[in-house]
């Protein structure tokens, strides 16, 4: 039932002007979201949930078998009057992939360096002395 803020009394719903009914109210966020832009934004996020799984599948493959996504709905509510205008906007944060850590030092003058400073030369190419040739066992 609609309500006057005049007087707070209850009124009759208002029939359509065609006779026919009129489309529910809604009962659940999932209502809400199916009304918006006469059901595109809900067709729209169908699609863009796909993509997400996906997306996911295949980072997942190339990680181990773990991915992250994200999906979020934004609502901007507008009150004019008695009437609302509603905003709606989505985002997709896709999975990030891995990438290969480094492991670096620093030098005296705070330069990264893949060696360790204080460790000096352990490998490398040096000089072998001998005879060379092949030894019997």
Known sequence: ??????????????????????????NSFGDFVRFLEDGQFDAEL????????????????DSGGKSKGKLTLTFDFALEGRV????AKHKVDLPVAKRPKSVM???EDMRFTPSNPAQGHLFGVREVGGAGGFRDA
């Open 1 to 26: 039932m609609n309500t006057t803020p005049e007087r707070g009394t209850a009124l009759p719903p208002i029939p359509p002007a065609d006779g026919g009914r009129m489309p529910p109210a809604a």
């Open 46 to 61: 169908t699609e863009v949930m796909k993509s997400l799984a996906g997306e996911m599948a295949n980072a997942a493959i």
């Open 84 to 87: 609302f205008s509603i905003a």
């Open 105 to 107: 030092w620093t030098t």
